[in-house]
Structures are given as C-alpha cells and as structure tokens.
C-alpha cells in the first residue's frame, strides 16, 4: 500500500462532483445540529434495523436528521422500495441515490456533502445505534465544547455473524474501561487499529470537507489513514460508553482478499510511522513485523480461525521467540499506559 499518499491531502470530493445524488423524497433544514447519515449498496431489508435505530433516537427530532445514500443507480430497487413504502411518512429523513456508484469510499464522502449540520454521524448500514446514543454523545459535546473535538468514538459492542440472524459475540475489546482517551498515530504502532471502524463515529463535519474526505486509493484502508491523519491535527477521542452495536460478517470484513491487504496494510503503516517518529532503532527495527504478525493471530484468533496465509508473501519476515515476547511485553506496557491516561481522561472529563 502506498503509505506516503495516505497521509498526503487529496480532495477527493473534487474527484466526484460530476456525479449527482438524486433525491428521492424528504427535506432537512440547514440549521439541524447533528446528521446521521447511512451509506448504503444493495442492503435491501438488512438496512432496516439501522435506519429505524436512527430515527427512533431519543433525542428532539427538530435538532437531528437521518440520510440514506444508496450507491445503487438502478430505481425501483429492493431499497428503494424498502425506502419509499415505509419510511416516506418521516419527517427527519432524506434518501437519495446517486446518478453512478461512487464507489465504497466516494459514498461516505458523498454523505458528507449533502449533510449540513455542524455533526455528522456515519453509521454503516448493517450497524446499529442504541436508542440513548445521540442523548450521551451529544451531551459530551455539549459539555466540553470549548475542546475543539474534532471526533467523538463512543464505543461500539463488534457482534460477529455467525448466519442469519445475526448472534451476539463479543470478542476482546480494545478499549479500557473508564476511558476518554485522545487518539494518537503513535498508539497505532504499539496497539494497532483500537480506534476501530468509523461507524458510531461523531465527526465535525467542517474538518472532514477541510481534509478531503477519504481517499479510495488506499483502499481497504482509507478509514484508518484518515483517521491517523486527524490525530496528527485534531483532537479524537474515544469515549467510554458504549452507544451501538457493530456487526463483522455480512459486509467484506471477512474477505480474504480485504484481510491480506488489512495485513499488508498494518505492515507498511507500522513501519511507515516508526520512521516518521524517528523509532526505528535497533530494538525497535523488527516491530513493524511482529505488528503484522500480531493482527494476523488477532483474525484467526477472534474473527477467522480457519483463515492461514504465508507472511512472506507481503515481505513480513518471522521472528524469533525472544523478540516475539519483548515486542509483546512492550505492547502491553503500552495499553497499561493508555488505561491509566484512560482513567485520567475519565476523571478529567466528567469529574471537572
């Protein structure tokens, strides 16, 4: 994967504008205080449970809208059916289809575009959000307005899909307990990608347009460069509660062809970062291997236990026992050190 361009700014809003969205029904005032918008592609009825966690909000309706945008051009398709029988009647919805399929990537930027809210919410649509989320999260914002945020994480329960319908099972969390944590690219190195999926993810929509959106070239990718790319400039924090609900299965998490490039991916981003930080002294030098090798036990450990792939394949090289151990050893003291700023950040936020 090309790192470098990653990082790089790239308006990638500009590469889509001769695409037009059409919309098909609803109207949202300009002066709402938060957007949830769901992209969606070909979900037919699965897409319901998002929409409805969306619109049944315990929140003022007159402060929130929902947008629906289907990357499929094809009218009269299963969504927009789904869409135009049972929720035409809601006042606080938008759905729209674009002209063309902007791709995965160019469809999150799309719903960014169209939202105009000072917040935006990006929820994939086989997630959920618990009835309270926008209540707590935007009460966080409220209270600590004067901290520029930039993004808000509440955290998000990851249900694994073991078939229809979908199981509850959690696997390891990542997040400590009691955490309001700021996220920085150096955590990336050492506990990889524990930020997670964009879903849930409260955005000021104002930087994400500054920044370009995400860049579809470094695609599987784009989410975590972005995200890594607002912590060098922003504050993003991880808040503590959890506000919904992520589901691993019935999208292209589980791809083999995703999970190698995710590999690749962490690999030369890992190594990438050790160099920018100036890190790569001789104990550290192998570390970026032993990340790589981490997250691929990671994925046969908690998502995948069938998947195998030689390592070699991507220039990751192994490593021995010993280094294996102090790498891990490290990694640890690392997470202990982000749960104690955990428990800091808790008590400074809401103990103030």
Same mark, same amino acid.
């Not at 192994?318 to 294996?324: D, R, T, V």
């Given at each position: 994967?090309?790192?470098?361009?990653?990082?790089?700014?790239?308006?990638?809003?500009?590469?889509q504008?001769?695409?037009?969205?059409?919309?098909i029904?609803?109207?949202?005032?300009?002066?709402?205080?938060?957007?949830?918008?769901?992209?969606?592609?070909?979900?037919?009825?699965?897409?319901?449970?998002?929409?409805?966690?969306?619109l049944?909000?315990?929140?003022?309706?007159?402060?929130?809208?929902?947008i629906?945008?289907?990357?499929?051009?094809?009218?009269?398709?299963?969504?927009?059916?789904?869409?135009?029988t049972?929720?035409k009647q809601?006042s606080h919805?938008?759905?729209?289809?674009?002209?063309?399929?902007?791709?995965?990537?160019g469809n999150?930027?799309?719903?960014?575009?169209?939202?105009?809210?000072k917040?935006?919410?990006?929820?994939?649509?086989?997630d959920?959000?618990?009835d309270?989320f926008?209540?707590e999260?935007?009460a966080f #914002?409220?209270?600590n307005?004067?901290? !520029?945020? %930039?993004? *808000?994480?509440?955290?998000? +329960?990851n249900?694994? &899909?073991?078939?229809?319908?979908?199981?509850?099972r959690?696997?390891?969390?990542?997040?400590?307990?009691?955490?309001?944590?700021?996220?920085?690219?150096?955590?990336?190195?050492?506990?990889?990608?524990?930020?997670?999926?964009?879903?849930?993810?409260?955005?000021?929509r104002k930087?994400?347009?500054?920044?370009?959106g995400?860049?579809p070239?470094?695609?599987p990718s784009?989410?975590?460069?972005?995200m890594l790319?607002m912590?060098?400039?922003?504050?993003?924090?991880l808040?503590c509660?959890?506000?919904?609900?992520?589901?691993i299965g019935q999208?292209v998490s589980?791809?083999?062809d995703?999970i190698?490039?995710?590999?690749?991916?962490?690999?030369?981003?890992?190594?990438?970062?050790?160099?920018?930080?100036?890190?790569?002294? #001789?104990?550290l030098?192998?570390y970026? !291997?032993y %990340?790589? *090798?981490d997250?691929?036990? +990671?994925i046969?450990? &908690?998502?995948?236990?069938?998947?195998?792939?030689?390592?070699?394949k991507?220039?990751?090289t192994?490593?021995?026992?010993?280094?294996?151990?102090?790498?891990?050893?490290?990694?640890?003291?690392?997470?202990?050190?982000?749960?104690i700023?955990g428990?800091?950040?808790y008590?400074?936020?809401n103990?103030?």
């Amino acid at each position: 994967m090309n790192v470098i361009k990653g990082f790089e700014y790239n308006d990638c809003f500009a590469q889509q504008h001769s695409v037009d969205s059409n919309l098909i029904f609803g109207h949202l005032e300009y002066d709402l205080e938060v957007t949830i918008v769901i992209p969606t592609f070909r979900r037919g009825n699965m897409i319901r449970e998002a929409i409805d966690s969306a619109l049944q909000q315990n929140y003022p309706t007159e402060k929130f809208g929902v947008i629906v945008v289907d990357n499929d051009p094809q009218r009269n398709c299963e969504t927009e059916k789904l869409m135009t029988t049972e929720y035409k009647q809601y006042s606080h919805i938008c759905y729209y289809k674009n002209r063309e399929n902007l791709g995965l990537y160019g469809n999150w930027n799309r719903c960014f575009e169209l939202a105009h809210s000072k917040w935006v919410v990006l929820l994939h649509d086989d997630d959920f959000l618990f009835d309270n989320f926008l209540l707590e999260a935007m009460a966080f #914002l409220h209270q600590n307005n004067s901290c !520029d945020i %930039a993004v *808000l994480k509440p955290e998000m +329960e990851n249900w694994l &899909d073991d078939g229809m319908p979908f199981k509850k099972r959690n696997y390891r969390s990542k997040l400590p307990i009691l955490s309001i944590i700021p996220l920085r690219p150096r955590d990336y190195i050492f506990l990889g990608n524990y930020f997670g999926s964009p879903t849930g993810c409260i955005f000021l929509r104002k930087v994400v347009l500054d920044q370009g959106g995400f860049n579809p070239s470094v695609y599987p990718s784009a989410d975590t460069m972005f995200m890594l790319r607002m912590a060098m400039q922003y504050k993003v924090l991880l808040y503590c509660k959890v506000l919904g609900a992520r589901r691993i299965g019935q999208n292209v998490s589980l791809n083999i062809d995703v999970i190698i490039k995710c590999i690749d991916s962490r690999y030369s981003v890992v190594a990438y970062l050790l160099k920018y930080f100036r890190l790569r002294f #001789l104990f550290l030098r192998r570390y970026a !291997d032993y %990340a790589a *090798l981490d997250y691929y036990n +990671e994925i046969r450990r &908690d998502l995948l236990p069938s998947f195998t792939y030689d390592l070699s394949k991507l220039n990751i090289t192994s490593l021995g026992l010993f280094s294996q151990m102090s790498f891990r050893m490290i990694s640890k003291l690392y997470r202990w050190g982000k749960k104690i700023e955990g428990i800091l950040g808790y008590i400074l936020y809401n103990f103030k």
